[in-house]
């Protein structure tokens, strides 16, 4: 089945520090890709939709300047957190659909568990 | 934009247990995703069905478009099963962006 991996799957930075998360469909192309944020014992929540080549679409209340999605090829989108701090801890999910139209799958990633000092 | 409400919150079992997750929601949609969280926070998806039943081992997925409602069985449960069990909608029909449920949380014991 489609596969879909995220690196690292987590980490620890100091405040002010930058991290880069990437997300990779490693056995179909990707048009789409979603990044959600999920805090403990909350939903998952939509940051943003990137499809391959284009910028990023981010919901209501996500800073796109903070949250800067790059989404290069068919089977990478990654995620920089610019300047993280503490209230930035979260686990970060992606997930990729193969399709254009709204009934495909999207297959999801294991997560990203960021953690700020 | 969709709603979804998800029953029970919390759901403990003994192993064997045949076990229903609900989830109902208020938009019409296209389709329904039904997730699996472990422990460790890794999303794995289940089942996306659009009409009817689908099986997989030992779960079984339903839909009635109709009822604008779902449900999640799983037959003879085994603690393997505990995790959180989330369903998703697209936020309004034919929206690729979805919404979830908050989750039912599942312990299986032996």
């Known amino acids: 089945g489609a596969v879909v991996s995220q690196h690292p799957s987590w980490v620890i930075c100091k405040s002010g520090t930058s991290v880069k998360i990437e997300c990779r469909s490693l056995d179909f192309q990707a048009t789409t890709m979603f990044w959600y944020r999920q805090f403990p014992k909350q939903s998952l929540m939509l940051m943003a939709t990137?499809?391959?080549?284009?910028?990023?679409?981010?919901e209501q209340g996500v800073e796109k300047d903070k949250f800067l999605i790059n989404h290069a090829s068919l089977t990478l989108s990654t995620l920089t957190v610019t300047s993280a701090h503490p209230e930035d801890s979260s686990f970060y999910i992606c997930?990729?659909?193969?399709?254009?139209?709204?009934?495909?799958?999207?297959?999801f990633g294991p997560g990203t568990r960021l953690t700020v000092l | 934009k969709n709603e979804v409400e998800q029953s029970p919150q919390n759901l403990t079992a003994q192993e064997e247990e045949f076990i229903t997750i609900n989830c109902s929601y208020s938009v019409g949609i296209s389709a329904l995703h039904w997730l699996q969280q472990h422990p460790g926070g890794g999303i794995v998806s289940l089942f996306m069905?659009?009409?009817g039943k689908k099986k997989h081992g030992r779960l079984i997925a339903t839909i009635n478009i109709q009822e604008k409602h779902s449900s999640l069985h799983i037959t003879a449960s085994h603690p393997r099963d505990s995790a959180v069990y989330i369903c998703a909608v697209p936020t309004q029909g034919g929206s690729e962006k979805l919404v979830f449920g908050k989750g039912t949380k599942l312990t299986v014991n032996p």
């Open positions: 990137s499809n391959e080549g284009s910028k990023a679409t981010y």
């Open positions: 069905l659009s009409s």
């Open positions: 997930s990729a659909s193969i399709g254009l139209a709204g009934t495909d799958t999207q297959y």
